[in-house]
């Protein structure tokens, strides 16, 4: 069968310039023969999580033919629909597992195709097994990289970036991009009063997953930083020569929102984790090396 191939040109973040991306075929560009609507398998190994219908695209084909954020081709998936609890999700298996301890930069752009609503429920969830179920609604995962809640996704002429860092627990094997709440918990609105189609509906080009860090204790100047109370309740005191920013993940490696700094200072870092529920936490500690990071236990 014919294949398209181009060559795309990606722009990735700073964190991962010098990472190989994990994610096969991560711009659509290959593909077998023009697509039609729902026809994400075109894209292998690009397919669908469920019994919806992610769409694929290609510029250069008679249909289907909007035009990527780079090169010619991206997909499209349903965030909110006008039937209840109905999305639509794509899988892709990464080209190597993820490994325990490491700190993966994940990046997808997205853009909303011009019907009524716009979400702010869009993110990429990372599991161990293949996904194939036979639902056409909501999978009831937690995605590792979510953006953030009250940035609605609302541009229908610009891509939008959705971005963010999580610990693997290891043997993530496949990347899953889509809305993963329900009616009640996605937030919405109206973008385009014209449009009578009541979904939410957005292009999804450019993913990436890098390695952006060093693991657990791999970098040879782990002994450098030093942590307490461990465990602690109320606040953790880090100190590390060099370290120039410090980040919270919870046991699943979701970097955790909101914490506050008591004090900063070139090195050292109070955060205050009074507001934390009690468990395992992994503590990144950012320096010009790479990251350290470090396990604590939080107890109230």
Do not use: H
């Not at 969830?125 to 999978?139: D, E, R």
């Not at 918990?185 to 009578?196: P, W």
């Amino acid at each position: 069968m014919k294949k398209i191939y181009t060559i795309a040109i990606f722009a990735f973040s700073a964190l991962a310039v010098n990472s190989q991306n994990l994610v096969p075929n991560p711009g659509f560009e290959i593909q077998d023969t023009c697509p039609a609507v729902s026809e994400i398998w075109k894209a292998q190994p690009w397919v669908s999580a469920t019994l919806g219908t992610p769409d694929l695209f290609n510029s250069t084909c008679s249909t289907q033919n909007s035009p990527g954020r780079t090169g010619v081709g991206s997909s499209g998936v349903f965030a909110y629909s006008s039937f209840p609890d109905t999305r639509e999700y794509m899988i892709a298996p990464l080209t190597s597992p993820l490994v325990a301890g490491t700190n993966y930069y994940v990046s997808f752009w997205v853009k909303r195709t011009n019907f009524r609503y716009a979400t702010d429920q869009l993110g990429a969830y990372f599991s161990t097994s293949n996904i194939n179920q036979n639902i056409t609604g909501v999978l009831n995962y937690t995605p590792q990289v979510q953006n953030p809640a009250g940035n609605f996704l609302s541009s229908s002429t610009n891509w939008m970036n959705i971005a963010g860092s999580f610990i693997a627990t290891g043997g993530e094997s496949y990347i899953v991009i889509g809305n993963f709440s329900n009616d009640v918990n996605s937030d919405t609105l109206v973008a385009n009063s014209s449009s009578t189609s009541k979904v939410a509906y957005y292009r999804v080009d450019d993913i990436s997953v890098t390695a952006s860090a060093v693991g657990v204790e791999e970098n040879g100047v782990a002994s450098q930083v030093s942590i307490y109370p461990s465990p602690a309740s109320d606040f953790i005191n880090v100190k590390s020569p060099g370290a120039e920013s410090v980040s919270l993940f919870d046991a699943m490696g979701r970097e955790v929102k909101n914490i506050q700094f008591e004090n900063q200072q070139p090195g050292e870092f109070v955060l205050n984790v009074s507001e934390c529920q009690e468990g395992v936490y992994f503590l990144g500690v950012y320096s010009s090396n790479g990251m350290i990071t470090k396990k604590i236990v939080i107890t109230k």
